[in-house]
């Protein structure tokens, strides 16, 4: 070429202009520190990931955790998780990340047999493996009906993992290569007794993609342990549930109807059962016993003394039931020679609704308190000990003259441990909340036993079981399902006079 502008093309460039082979490898300490920096931040990941998931305290919580962590482990934004124990003994659930409730039903509405994550739940899928549709728009194989739902929901792939616990869980929950370490252990030294098939979760993305094999291990590795951790919330939840179920057994399935008073009852479950309690008797002449209590201890031991005590108790109240001071003397007899390593505190009373009359005696029970239109105070007793703390108890009994319209509560201590207040200051508050019932609501006991609760205890510590009974209206019975999360047992019985 002629020469332009005084360059001559025929010179070389310099050397150190020049460009690099394409084929010269980079230096090995730069590799091996790539891949250790790449370790270290995948593990360092994983442990924040998995840290917050030993947090979690419920399988809710847990499930909902394990969406939200494996959506930034895959890179998907959307997911879902189906909960089915190979077991069949529950719970079930199914939940959504990013999903509203009619997105679950368009989804549920894909055969199982050809989802992304039926052949995980049925046990079909080839060693548990995951698997992964990554064109859910223009795959050949892909069903026509969940092509319709990926369309309509707009996600184009989808990658599923097994969840399963125990020695059943295999290589297949963390497929994927790669070098990872310690975290691939996690499922080693299981002591719970439930094992294998817990449910399966998919993620969802947005355009057809799949994770890379570095995701796929990670994501593995998290769900692994995500399934041993979720074994042991369900082997704590059911044991939950039979205590509770089991307490709420022992205690009253309806409430009686008696003229001239009108009766509610309000029972929240600790997780641990405990055994508080109450009970409601038609006596002779048309009385009627009142009592509620507490033995002390939780678990299943608490909650069979409280129905033996209960039982004791009724038949007390029906041989002696007018004097209250009598009937805790002879539990408090039989607790010491068949319950000598536990204590109980116990409130009895004997109601004449025609006279607006009650004879009342407490051991180390809080006191009751009366809400009306015109007050909201506590009932003054007697200062006694727990039943089994003395070598003989007996304490005065006390009368009361509720007003027509004036509703008696009695309730166990647990309504006041459940704030986290110091004790007088649990009374301040549930004395402020007796006197802050509407009077709408004065009319019905249940209603005033309701806004107690939500006012007193904490928020999401107030749901629970309900029952209510009515005079010279007819009766009613009613349930709620809630899980509260304090320790502590909660029993209040609302008792209004007409």
């Given at each position: 070429?002629?020469k332009?502008?005084?360059?001559d093309p025929?010179?070389p460039a310099?050397?150190?202009?020049?460009?690099?082979?394409a084929?010269?490898?980079?230096?090995?300490?730069?590799?091996i520190?790539?891949?250790?920096?790449?370790?270290v931040?995948?593990?360092?990941?994983?442990?924040?990931?998995?840290?917050?998931?030993?947090r979690?305290g419920s399988?809710?919580?847990?499930?909902?955790?394990l969406?939200?962590?494996?959506?930034?482990?895959?890179?998907?934004?959307r997911?879902?998780?189906?909960?089915?124990?190979a077991d069949?003994?529950?719970?079930?659930?199914?939940?959504?990340?990013?999903?509203?409730?009619?997105?679950?039903?368009?989804?549920?509405?894909?055969p199982?047999?050809?989802?992304s994550?039926?052949?995980?739940?049925?046990g079909?899928?080839?060693?548990?493996e995951p698997?992964?549709?990554?064109?859910?728009?223009?795959?050949?194989?892909?069903?026509?009906?969940?092509?319709?739902v990926?369309v309509r929901?707009g996600?184009?792939?989808?990658y599923a993992?097994?969840?399963?616990?125990?020695a059943?869980?295999g290589?297949?929950?963390?497929a994927?290569a790669g070098?990872?370490?310690?975290?691939?252990?996690?499922?080693?030294g299981?002591?719970?007794?439930?094992?294998?098939?817990?449910?399966?979760?998919?993620?969802?993305?947005?355009?057809p993609?799949?994770?890379?094999?570095?995701?796929?291990h990670?994501?593995?590795?998290?769900?692994?342990?995500?399934?041993?951790?979720?074994?042991?919330?369900?082997?704590?939840?059911?044991?939950?549930?039979?205590?509770?179920?089991?307490?709420e057994?022992?205690l009253?399935?309806?409430?009686?109807?008696?003229p001239g008073?009108?009766?509610?009852a309000?029972?929240?479950?600790?997780?641990y059962?405990g055994?508080d309690?109450?009970?409601?008797?038609?006596?002779p002449?048309?009385a009627?016993?009142?009592?509620?209590?507490s033995?002390?201890g939780?678990?299943?031991g608490?909650?069979?003394?409280?129905?033996?005590?209960?039982?004791?108790?009724r038949?007390?109240a029906v041989?002696e039931?007018?004097?209250?001071v009598?009937?805790?003397?002879?539990?408090?007899?039989l607790l010491?020679?068949?319950?000598p390593a536990?204590?109980a505190?116990?409130?009895?009373?004997?109601?004449?609704?025609?006279?607006?009359?009650i004879?009342?005696?407490?051991?180390?029970?809080?006191?009751?308190?009366?809400?009306?239109?015109?007050?909201a105070?506590?009932?003054?007793?007697s200062?006694?000990a727990?039943?089994?703390?003395?070598?003989?108890?007996?304490?005065?009994?006390?009368?009361?003259w509720?007003?027509?319209g004036?509703?008696?509560?009695l309730?166990?201590?647990?309504l006041?441990r459940?704030?986290?207040?110091?004790?007088?200051?649990?009374?301040?508050?549930?004395?402020?909340?007796?006197a802050?019932v509407p009077?709408?609501?004065?009319?019905?006991p249940?209603?005033?036993?309701?806004?107690?609760?939500?006012?007193?205890?904490?928020?999401?510590?107030?749901?629970?079981?309900?029952?209510?009974?009515?005079?010279?209206?007819?009766?009613?019975?009613?349930t709620?399902?809630?899980k509260?999360?304090?320790?502590?047992?909660v029993?209040?019985?609302?008792?209004?006079?007409d």
């Open positions: 070429m002629p332009v502008a005084g360059i025929t010179v310099p050397a150190h202009t020049a460009q690099p082979p084929d010269l490898p980079a230096a090995p300490g730069a590799l520190r790539d891949r250790l920096a790449g370790w931040s995948d593990l360092t990941t994983l442990h924040e990931l998995t840290e917050r998931l030993a979690t399988l809710d919580g847990a499930l909902k955790e969406l939200r962590a494996g959506a930034a482990l895959v890179g998907a934004r997911g879902l998780v189906v909960f089915e124990p069949r003994l529950g719970p079930a659930t199914t939940l959504g990340l990013g999903l509203a409730h009619a997105d679950l039903g368009h989804l549920e509405t894909v199982r047999r050809v989802s994550y039926g052949g995980l739940l049925d079909t899928t080839a060693r548990n698997v992964a549709a990554p064109d859910l728009f223009g795959g050949t194989d892909v069903d026509p009906r969940q092509r319709e990926a929901l996600y184009g792939a989808s993992v097994p969840l399963i616990a125990g059943a869980a290589a297949g929950a963390g994927g070098g990872g370490t310690g975290a691939g252990a996690a499922s080693s299981r002591t719970g007794a439930v094992s294998g098939r817990l449910g399966a979760v998919v993620w969802l993305y947005d355009e993609a799949e994770p890379v094999e570095r995701q796929r990670l994501v593995g590795l998290y769900a692994r342990y995500a399934s041993e951790h979720l074994a042991r919330l369900l082997e704590l939840e059911r044991a939950r549930t039979r205590v509770a179920t089991i307490a057994e022992l009253p399935t309806r409430l009686p109807r008696i008073v009108r009766l509610a309000r029972h929240r479950t600790g997780p059962g055994g309690w109450y009970d409601a008797l038609p006596l002449e048309g009627l016993s009142l009592a509620v209590g033995v002390s939780s678990g299943p608490a909650v069979a003394a409280m129905g033996r005590l209960r039982a004791s108790l038949a007390y041989m039931g007018e004097d209250p009598a009937v805790l003397s002879d539990l408090e007899l010491r020679l068949t319950e536990r204590t505190t116990a409130l009895f009373a004997y109601a004449e609704p025609a006279q607006g009359k004879v009342l005696a407490g051991a180390g029970h809080a006191p009751p308190l009366i809400v009306g239109d015109r007050r105070e506590f009932v003054e007793t200062l006694s727990p039943l089994g703390m003395l070598s003989c108890w007996e304490a005065p009994s006390v009368e009361l509720p007003a027509s004036e509703t008696v509560l309730y166990t201590d647990g006041l459940r704030t986290g207040d110091p004790m007088d200051r649990a009374f301040a508050r549930l004395h402020s909340a007796a802050s009077a709408s609501a004065r009319e019905d249940g209603a005033v036993a309701d806004h107690v609760l939500r006012t007193v205890l904490p928020r999401g510590h107030e749901t629970g079981r309900g029952q209510g009974a009515s005079a010279g209206v007819g009766a009613g019975a009613g709620g399902a809630g509260a999360e304090g320790a502590e047992d029993v209040v019985l609302a008792v209004r006079f």
